[in-house]
């Protein structure tokens, strides 16, 4: 069939370019240590940041939420899809991250994709004369959600606090939304929220901030990137999701209760589609309360010591390590091809890094992608140091 044979010439070119991307089967729960294709892995490629994907007590209250409310919830929440499960965990995430907001409230979504495109979607709807201007590094879903709403989208340079200020004094909207990651996840770096949301607030726009990296690690009780800056102002729109240090799924999205409000009515993509099983939503009750617990201040504080591992650690001298404070701890090569070796090489011992080349990242700046966990030891994440020096110097010319 013709139609067959086109699609299949253009995954011989991705092929043929080395772009072709493979996943691998793990056949064990997320983790640190993994069986991965049936060998054994160490794994500094997850978002698991606190390692709760697999601990025992989310588990348990993930088996407990199936024998409250069975597997599915059957509908979308408006129709009879809204359980007392997503109910109760809005309510606590709106609690946990109140703080920060005014007249806060919470919304539920299947995935951070989703609610970012819902975010935006819901925010646009309300006023035509609409722009959004997005940060250049941020995530896929923000680019997509801009889409989506069909208005005016604006890019800024990165952390170019200056150049946004310039694109909102020229702007005509009478509804403006400046839209963030607060971590980049290719890069590990902080936005320079401060500034924004005073410009924000100078501007009437709204600053909706992607905490998809934060939630759970940053801010002393782990309440994300707001408690981190301790910011707080009706401007606000906060999404933080939960798959990454969270350990479950879904995200949600917190701001003032006219906002969310607006969000349940008008945005499609929470609109139309079925509510995540509230099981997930149970096991997320658990999940929130180690984070807000001493347990989750103590997986923070270990995290932080084995960031300050890598940074004394590496000795580099053509590869470098970003300058990031955070679990995310690129180690830039350059060229795909050395990049690429690399992860393979690595691989090879037992320590799976992702490979981040172009167009995810800038030409000329691929990178192996460290993650870090809560749940690696000390002495893991000093192999992998080790490694990571030994192959700069062997890596060269092969
Ligand atoms: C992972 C991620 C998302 C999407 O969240 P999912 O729950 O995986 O759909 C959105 N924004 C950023 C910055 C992310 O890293």
Redesign the pocket.
């Known amino acids: 069939m013709e139609l067959l044979a086109k699609l299949q010439t253009q995954l011989d070119d991705l092929e043929a370019r080395s772009l072709i991307r493979k996943r691998r089967t793990v056949e064990t729960p997320c983790g640190p240590r993994l069986r991965v294709d049936g060998r054994d892995m160490l794994c500094f490629s997850s978002?698991d940041y606190l390692s709760l994907a697999g601990h025992p007590r989310v588990a348990e209250a993930l088996r407990e939420g199936v024998s409250l409310y069975g597997a599915g919830s059957g509908a979308s929440h408006l129709i009879s899809g809204h359980s007392r499960a997503h109910a109760e965990l809005e309510e606590r995430l709106a609690d946990f991250v109140g703080p920060y907001l005014e007249s806060p409230r919470a919304l539920y979504?299947c995935?951070?994709?989703?609610?970012?495109l819902g975010v935006l979607n819901g925010l646009a709807a309300g006023d035509k004369n609409t722009e959004i201007f997005s940060e250049s590094l941020?995530?896929?879903?923000?680019i997509d959600g801009a889409r989506l709403s069909r208005t005016a989208l604006k890019v800024y340079p990165h952390a170019d606090v200056a150049a946004l200020a310039v694109l909102l004094a020229d702007s005509t909207a009478t509804n403006k939304i400046v839209v963030t990651?607060?971590?980049?996840?290719m890069d590990g770096d902080l936005a320079p929220l401060p500034e924004l949301l005073a410009l924000c607030e100078r501007h009437g726009a709204w600053l909706v901030v992607?905490?998809?990296?934060g939630f759970g690690t940053l801010g002393e009780s782990g309440r994300g990137a707001l408690e981190h800056f301790d910011l707080r102002s009706p401007h606000l729109v906060y999404?933080g999701?939960?798959?990454?240090a969270a350990g479950v799924?879904?995200?949600f999205v917190a701001a003032h209760k006219v906002v969310i409000e607006t969000l349940i009515q008008k945005s499609r993509p929470y609109i139309f589609t079925t509510g995540a099983p509230p099981a997930l939503a149970h096991a997320l009750l658990a999940s929130v309360d180690i984070i807000a617990g001493d347990e989750g201040r103590e997986r923070r504080a270990h995290l932080q010591a084995l960031v300050g591992q890598m940074e004394r650690g590496l000795q580099l001298e053509r590869w470098r390590l970003l300058p990031s404070r955070t679990a995310i701890q690129p180690v830039v090569i350059g060229e795909n091809a050395e990049t690429m070796r690399a992860a393979t090489a690595l691989y090879a011992q037992g320590l799976w890094v992702g490979g981040i080349r172009p167009p995810t990242v800038p030409v000329g700046t691929a990178r192996l992608r460290v993650a870090l966990a809560a749940g690696h030891t000390a002495a893991e994440v000093g192999q992998l140091i080790a490694a990571l020096n030994a192959l700069e110097r062997t890596n060269h010319e092969s």
């Open positions: 978002n979504f995935t951070g994709y989703m609610a970012n941020n995530h896929a879903s923000l990651d607060s971590v980049f996840s992607d905490d998809a990296h999404m999701t939960l798959g990454k799924g879904g995200a």
